[in-house]
């Protein structure tokens, strides 16, 4: 008995030490600002987010402003954490407009003058002089911030360079102005789902006036969120409004053949890398990557006449030896087997040889390059090929 308690005991001491060397810190994710506001008379809480690295470097930053911050803040700064990884679009400020209910209501309806003033005298000057920004602004709104948001394209349209409006309510009597502004030169998103009633009729509207009107300058594109909701569609247009707007940000990536010759195939490509250069610094050659998922589409689709037709534009030998130095193997490799697949096994062969160059080790390599000579006929290559993996399986 005093056996077992002792055990006992002794479990609980170790359950208590191991839960001892816990420790927590606290998660802060950006800094909260409170800005006393003499147009409107009080204190305004701002959110604050910089990109990871801002104190290490001297670049400049785009600034995304995030009205209703308290909702919509911490999604913004997931989405910039995830575009930095893949590699999607330049890495960017967000400050989110803390707003509270009812008064919201007031900010983005009656107070809406007043509430555009604060931004354009005291937000904005505070911002760009205390961060590193590059004077490019976004402004976010959902809902009644949706439309004040619109109100901001239309009556103070300098202040920002792209719109992203969810949801956008009340919108249906404001959308006619749009017919007396001159050329705008901005980027405008807007979104709706299916079951909005009112804020489906502002939206079709304002859809309808855009596709029969030719607005100068203007980029725009509505999003008809099928799979959301009024209360979540905020979230996927800072998504896609984000990525439209920072549209020739990321490498060319062609996942469908179709849709790739529809754009304009490689004239298409050419024009997207020499877009993507002028805005963002990038080398004005087409990358490695989107080089082969072009060819790697009309492997998917098990189109061998285009796959040709693209593989010699990009230049086969060159695109061959980018992939194999450049650490995409596995791309030269699935070349090869295609070519395999459509009978052009001495073009394959060179791909095999070149790859086993870099991996002279490779069961699969000295497999494929027998199996090839073999269907040309070459059985000296094959037997050879065939006695090294031979020797290679005896070692292991």
């Not at 060397?21 to 800005?35: K, R, Y």
């Not at 009656?110 to 602004?137: H, M, N, W």
């Not at 995409?328 to 070149?354: C, P, T, V």
């Not at 090929?385 to 070692?395: H, S």
């Amino acid at each position: 008995m005093f056996k077992a308690l002792t055990l006992a005991a002794i479990s609980f001491l170790s359950i208590i030490k191991l839960q001892a060397q816990v420790s927590t810190t606290e998660n802060i994710v950006g800094a909260n600002h409170s800005i006393a506001s003499k147009i409107l008379g009080e204190e305004r809480q701002i959110q604050v987010y910089l990109p990871d690295g801002y104190g290490e470097e001297e670049k400049r930053y785009p600034v995304i402003f995030i009205l209703d911050g308290q909702r919509f803040f911490l999604h913004t700064v997931g989405l910039a954490a995830t575009f930095k990884q893949y590699q999607l679009a330049p890495e960017f400020i967000v400050v989110g407009i803390t707003n509270s209910y009812p008064q919201r209501f007031n900010h983005f309806a009656d107070g809406k003058q007043q509430f555009a003033e604060f931004i354009e005298k005291e937000l904005i000057p505070y911002v760009e002089s205390s961060y590193r920004t590059s004077g490019e602004r976004l402004l976010f709104g959902w809902e009644y911030a949706g439309s004040f948001a619109f109100h901001i394209l239309t009556n103070h349209p300098s202040l920002f360079d792209g719109y992203m409006l969810a949801s956008p309510f009340p919108l249906l009597d404001k959308v006619d102005v749009l017919d007396k502004l001159p050329a705008l030169n901005k980027s405008l998103y807007f979104s709706v789902s299916p079951n909005e009633f009112e804020v489906n009729r502002g939206v079709d509207k304002l859809d309808s006036l855009l596709s029969e009107k030719d607005l100068p300058g203007l980029n725009w594109t509505c999003f008809r969120l099928e799979n959301e909701e009024h209360r979540s569609t905020g979230y996927s247009t800072l998504y896609h409004g984000l990525r439209k707007y920072f549209g020739y940000y990321p490498e060319l990536q062609v996942d469908d053949l179709q849709a790739f010759v529809e754009a304009g195939g490689m004239a298409y490509a050419h024009s997207y890398t020499k877009e993507r250069a002028s805005r963002y610094g990038f080398s004005p050659d087409m990358s490695l990557w989107s080089r082969f998922t072009i060819v790697r589409s009309a492997l998917r689709a098990r189109d061998y006449t285009r796959f040709r037709e693209l593989y010699e534009a990009l230049g086969s030998a060159m695109l061959i030896s980018d992939l194999i130095e450049g650490g995409r193997s596995y791309g030269a490799f699935s070349i090869a087997d295609f070519l395999i697949e459509n009978g052009k096994h001495r073009q394959a062969i060179d791909i095999y040889l070149a790859l086993l160059k870099q991996s002279p080790d490779s069961a699969d390599l000295l497999s494929k390059l027998a199996g090839a000579y073999q269907a040309l006929g070459n059985q000296g290559e094959a037997k050879k090929y065939l006695q090294k993996l031979k020797k290679l399986q005896q070692q292991k």
